[in-house]
């Protein structure tokens, strides 16, 4: 484990360095801040920030980070989403995963009532990608006045240029930050103006601070510099009134096992099953929790628990695989929290659903059914971490990304996929083997076995939790000594909003 948490140290440096050494300096040479340094002053000292997504875009052909930075920070005592354009990366420029990953943290706020502050440098869209952001782009906007309308603050502070798309942010934001002499806001620079009427003008007369302070009334605040205009932007934020709907819990006890016990527990193969319950002791508060139904369906344990003084529900998966009896289990769990208002933790380590004769006859499709219905139509906030395996229907039986858990998280231990990578390419094999035999062809078993070779190491290879967050299917690959802090953070966050379970909304529960 310590020497995948080094490989994802190396991965996270990649997003830290931005447009690398030269644009950096180039940028600091302006006297301007990098986008963590603006984070770092915008939020309260000492205080955390947890930030979403660092790996976005990994194994594409754009930077590792998607030349934009999120995360969740508290700004004069209120939890706030922090969006950052990061201007060393092609002048902070949106490319596709930027767009992705800006859209999961507007989607994180909205669901959590929680502030956004928008942190704006940026050209716009990347022209070379337009065809891939013009069409969904739109959501941005879309996000920002229905936010507003829901009454969640939206803050734009501008740092530099704020272009064509760029230029909405502010424009659509509750309150807008900009600086003398930086700022620049204009939906067409001077010479795409002078392209399409023929008019001369210069940055400052077309989208400056000082325009927009005196002329157009865009800018709500004028500052001097960034750290005042950081400055400001906390006041904003402290005038906002802004209320969390739960009050905070007092000081809650730490759990009683060391964290450093959680780097040994997931074995080397996943086919090794090991004890999710030295993962909830090693987490929860005073490692104090009681299971519910611990007799029937052992391969699911579910629990009461407190985390950092939070009531929560526990899902873990004991020895992979899911039957009927831990459907059962899972649904009838999953509706007692409903009816308590109790946010759900599910932890991942599962094969999926048994499958064999034996169980296709027993109800296996309808039973799990029955909890897939439960997971997707309780109102609960949910939360995932995927410690190990998380395949098939299993994964979404245990609240995976298309199920909109609140926040999910991976640890380098965990893979997803359809199935296991031989798994899969045994399938695969079987079935080439069945066409040969149908067709009365000899099957040729060299080319079987490079075949099975090469399926299951790009099945691997995409099962990473790496390549999973690059693609945006989780929300950061954690450090496991940091599972408690971090699943502290998203419940707090989640309090700001109205902890509600479902009232009578499941579906038809097929028996």
């Not at 644009?23 to 770092?40: D, I, M, P, Q, S």
């Not at 906007?141 to 939206?154: E, Y």
């Not at 074995?267 to 005073?286: A, H, K, Q, Y």
């Amino acid at each position: 484990m310590l020497d995948r948490l080094a490989a994802l140290d190396a991965e996270h440096a990649k997003a830290l360095a931005g447009g690398g050494p030269t644009y950096t300096a180039r940028h600091r040479a302006r006297g301007k801040l990098l986008a963590r340094e603006r984070v770092e002053l915008l939020i309260d000292p000492d205080a955390p920030f947890l930030e979403l997504s660092p790996l976005a875009a990994w194994g594409s052909p754009h930077p590792v980070g998607a030349s934009v930075v999120t995360g969740l920070g508290v700004v004069e005592g209120v939890e706030c989403v922090i969006v950052a354009h990061d201007p060393t990366v092609r002048g902070g420029a949106t490319n596709p995963w930027t767009l992705r990953k800006i859209l999961r943290a507007h989607g994180i706020a909205y669901a959590n009532r929680l502030p956004l502050i928008s942190l704006v440098e940026s050209g716009g869209a990347d022209l070379d990608s337009q065809k891939e952001i013009f069409i969904p782009g739109g959501a941005v906007f879309r996000d920002l006045t229905r936010l507003s309308a829901a009454r969640i603050p939206t803050v734009a502070v501008v740092f530099g240029t704020a272009t064509a798309g760029g230029a909405y942010v502010p424009g659509m934001s509750d309150h807008t930050v900009m600086i003398d002499g930086r700022s620049k806001v204009f939906l067409g620079g001077p010479p795409l103006v002078r392209m399409a009427t023929g008019e001369e003008s210069d940055d400052e007369s077309l989208g400056g601070a000082a325009m927009h302070a005196r002329v157009s009334g865009l800018a709500d605040h004028f500052a001097d510099d960034e750290p005042d205009a950081l400055r400001r932007a906390r006041r904003i934020v402290a005038r906002l009134n802004h209320r969390k709907a739960h009050p905070d819990p007092p000081p809650a006890p730490p759990p009683l096992h060391p964290a450093d016990g959680l780097l040994d527990i997931v074995p080397e193969d996943l086919r090794t099953p090991f004890d999710p319950r030295e993962v909830i002791t090693r987490i929860v508060d005073g490692s104090a929790y009681d299971e519910f139904k611990p007799l029937y369906g052992p391969s699911l344990v579910t629990a009461w628990a407190r985390l950092h003084g939070y009531p929560l529900g526990v899902l873990a998966n004991a020895q992979g695989v899911l039957t009927g009896t831990e459907s059962e289990k899972a649904a009838h769990f999953i509706q007692l929290a409903n009816q308590r208002d109790i946010p759900l933790l599910f932890l991942h380590n599962t094969t999926g659903y048994m499958v064999g004769k034996e169980y296709e006859q027993g109800g296996i499709i309808k039973q799990g059914a029955l909890m897939i219905n439960a997971v997707a139509n309780s109102t609960v906030p949910h939360l995932s971490v995927l410690l190990g395996a998380s395949y098939g229907a299993g994964h979404y039986g245990m609240c995976g990304r298309a199920f909109d858990p609140r926040f999910l998280f991976a640890w380098p231990s965990a893979r997803s996929a359809v199935m296991g990578p031989r798994q899969l390419a045994g399938v695969l094999s079987l079935v080439a083997r069945a066409s040969a035999q149908g067709r009365g062809e000899p099957y040729d078993e060299e080319a079987d076995g490079a075949l099975r070779a090469v399926v299951e190491g790009r099945v691997e290879a995409e099962s990473l939790p790496v390549f999973l967050s690059g693609l945006l299917y989780d929300d950061g690959v954690i450090d496991p000594r940091d599972t408690r802090t971090v699943l502290g953070i998203c419940l707090s966050a989640i309090h700001t909003a109205p902890v509600e379970g479902a009232r009578g909304g499941f579906g038809v529960f097929r028996m």
